[in-house]
């Protein structure tokens, strides 16, 4: 790939800037919903950003889309997140294109039906299939997987280009599962707690290399990996489990995915610097509220 001076006059003046104007971005999961809404705002905020996922196909469709709005400084990146070596060769794909890495992004993840028990709570009549008992093991391992361990290959992958830099900043992905277990995603909130409980440690490891480590903790934004539990199959409103989130979030209503722009923004930019081992919220009131 041709390399693209991302260092030169105009790049440095944006890069002096508070935000993550002339930053280089790298994000997982970039064609995703909630981060393909980061993608775009970092590109309006003049960032470059590679789009990291499994299907180059998606990625191009999103790189597409990005340009047709003018927003032309992103990249396509196919790697498999638990795949170490696609994972560098991908951060080598950066560093050919633009020469550094300045910021990740650790948005792949999720969870998926087979790591879910369709029942809350397992009373004496409830058919085992439907409790913790019949869970799929596969299921459980592959929703535990791909969130801690698919977050720990990247983190290490280009949090070590960065220590090679003096800098970086990386900002992963928990949940509100990663505070207060919810039912039926056992396997996702576990993983989500690890995620959680490893940016904090690793914050504090990296702290002296320059490199920061924070996330974001999304309340309930619809995704096609939750939409089963929240929204009516016909379409015709929100599941049982739906209305209780909503009666539960302050704000009363879902995430929509630019709610989590500014948060990410700032958390990767020069502005948090001094702020390490953070997890964020940003749920409408959902955690803050006792529920009483
Ligand atoms: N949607 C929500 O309400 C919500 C709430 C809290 C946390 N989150 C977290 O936010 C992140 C993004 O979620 P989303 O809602 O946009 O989900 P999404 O399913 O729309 O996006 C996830 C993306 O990750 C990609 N991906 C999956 N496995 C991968 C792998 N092995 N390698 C590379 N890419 C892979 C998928 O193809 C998809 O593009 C996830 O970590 C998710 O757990 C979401």
């Not at 909630?34 to 191009?60: N, P, S, T, Y």
């Not at 929204?231 to 879902?254: C, L």
Request: charged letters at 20%; a negative charge; aromatic letters at 8%.
């Amino acid at each position: 790939m041709e390399r693209e001076d991302v260092n030169g006059a105009a790049a440095q003046n944006c890069a002096d800037k508070a935000g993550v104007a002339g930053k280089v971005i790298a994000v997982t999961g970039a064609a995703g919903v909630l981060c393909r809404a980061l993608c775009e705002d970092f590109l309006r905020h003049g960032a470059f950003v590679a789009l990291i996922g499994r299907h180059m196909d998606k990625l191009e469709a999103l790189r597409e889309e990005l340009a047709a709005k003018g927003l032309t400084a992103a990249i396509s990146v196919e790697a498999d997140v638990l795949d170490r070596k696609a994972v560098e060769a991908a951060l080598a794909t950066i560093l050919a294109k633009w020469g550094r890495i300045d910021i990740l992004v650790n948005g792949a993840g999720g969870n998926h039906p087979k790591g879910t028990t369709p029942a809350e709570q397992m009373e004496p009549t409830t058919p085992v299939e439907d409790t913790f008992f019949g869970m799929n093991e596969e299921g459980f391992s592959h929703v535990f997987n791909l969130n801690l361990t698919g977050t720990v290959i990247p983190c290490q992958v280009f949090g070590k280009a960065m220590c090679d830099a003096g800098k970086g900043v990386i900002l992963n992905f928990c949940s509100m599962a990663s505070f207060h277990p919810l039912t039926k995603v056992g396997a996702y909130g576990a993983a989500k707690a690890a995620v959680a409980n490893f940016t904090c440690w690793l914050a504090t490891h990296l702290a002296p290399m320059g490199i920061r480590v924070n996330a974001l903790a999304p309340g309930f934004f619809v995704s096609d990996q939750n939409r089963f539990l929240l929204i009516a199959k016909d379409g015709s409103g929100y599941t049982a489990r739906g209305n209780k989130v909503i009666a539960h979030t302050p704000m009363r209503r879902f995430g929509e995915p630019n709610d989590l722009c500014g948060a990410a923004r700032f958390l990767v930019s020069d502005e948090a610097g001094f702020i390490t081992g953070v997890v964020l919220p940003v749920d409408g009131g959902f955690i803050a509220h006792s529920g009483v």
